[in-house]
């Protein structure tokens, strides 16, 4: 197996998150809710494709005036989406009347980012009652192929009134 | 001197960049002309502001549709002019014929991203042959006041042919 | 499965790491030959204990004398464990008479550092010709149980004479 | 003025801390007390030069069972410091019977870690009530020269009993 394949197979693979408990019975709608009021996803057509405890997806179609100079997304587009999913993949676990928050995060870009869809796929690794440490895969698709182009690790904090 | 003041005072201050050299006496130039090619700075309203060796800075009005769920500017906007920053920054003090990339960065999201125009300055920390090492401190301006929203630490890579 | 389950298995999983391909065929000698002159790891006891192409594990018991203030093992010797692992993680994939060099790391300290050892286990995310980008997990064992007390995402660079 | 000696005076330049409020007036010697208690500050031979509110100093000579494989500081005992030095400048400007902890940093690596004696420098950025974000600069000291080998954006958390 080569290292992007393996790399690939263990950010894709099934999680088995259904397992993970969301203390908010209601996080699917509470994280769709939320999404649909980022103007800035619609601003570049970003979807919300995912939502399960502690792991969340968004696709985001390749469009030429999201591009750097040349013609690649851009890497705030990249992190755009990363951080996106990193912060309702936090909010997924958090419980009922909360809200998320970016905290900080890292972005490494791996390859140019070129392709026909984006996907960036978040999972929580340590969901905390104050700060919760996500990771996001951010992959290229250009018909059936994926590449990993880069890779967010980053804080989210839970606010309750 | 509040934290504030001191930490603002800092990142304004005047770096005598015109006593660093730049390597391509057309920077300016190429760094205006790149930027043109990125659309997505046009689809954001993002402008160049600033152009010294070793620093560059990016303003961005406020606008409705760049924002997230709480009416803030999104922080995937606030990276995406601080990496342009930081990229362009970089540039100025790369050689001739060279281009640049964003290999990695880190922000720290400080406050809350409302105001009615945002600045991104970015500061070469260390210009390597291949990598150089960048900061950017992002400010909300509403009125007079500027605050510190974000800081970004970063690292650039030059390609020659 | 829990979410601390889960990250573990995620971590621990069998890689088919031996199906990715060094291209020197020396590379554990030379990761071993490369860790013995790192005398701070032989300050801090800590031992190379897996050396495949793309995944190095480094291994340290507890000692009273690498701690904090709270008894826990300093994040700096954390650090330190999973810097070294990255570095020679990336190394493995690299070709004859280079050498290995870190760039940047972050790492996110997820719980308290208590445990009678620490293993950190880095594998290789991307291996590219200058940059190579590598994650660890830094677990704490106690009797039978293994806790992820740290993960780190950072860029090694490949020197070649 | 060279980019090196700009980012120097940057960094090294009088921040007028005594103007900047630290809520326990004790701050300094609980620094103290608390730095006396890290065991590994003593193994590597680190002390504490300056505390201050919001600023905070570390010195430690070199020693050559502290390096890497090329006989630099080891990139673990650069952060060990940094990371130290980050944790005590926010702790200066915590409350009475606060603890301080460390989340997540992030460092580059500059230049070789070579001289006499290293520095670490850490700012606070901003003090927030739950978590601090604070900066540091390590320096290597031969002679009279200072050089930056490495820069680390940390976020340190409070905790209150």
Chains 1, 2, 3, 4 share one sequence.
Do not use: W
């Not at 993970?20 to 494709?49: D, T």
């Not at 939502?51 to 179609?61: A, K, Q, T």
């Not at 869809?117 to 009652?129: D, L, Q, S």
């Amino acid at each position: 197996m080569s290292l992007e394949k393996r790399a690939r197979t263990l950010a894709l693979q099934t999680l088995a998150s259904d397992q993970v408990k969301a203390p908010n019975p209601n996080f699917a709608e509470e994280v769709a809710r939320s999404f649909a009021q980022q103007s800035m996803m619609s601003l570049i057509g970003a979807q919300l494709s995912l939502v399960e405890p502690g792991v969340v997806e968004i696709n985001l179609p390749y469009r030429q005036d999201l591009t750097q100079q040349n013609g690649y997304l851009h890497a705030g587009v990249v992190t755009t989406i990363a951080d996106t999913a990193c912060g309702y993949a936090g909010y997924t676990l958090m419980p009922v009347g909360a809200s998320v928050l970016s905290v900080e995060f890292k972005v490494n870009l791996l390859r140019p980012a070129e392709g026909e869809t984006f996907v960036a796929r978040a999972e929580v690794i340590k969901a905390g009652k104050t700060l919760t440490v996500v990771r996001a895969d951010v992959f290229a698709i250009t018909d059936d192929a994926r590449k990993l182009i880069a890779t967010m690790q980053g804080t989210m904090m839970c606010l309750t009134k």
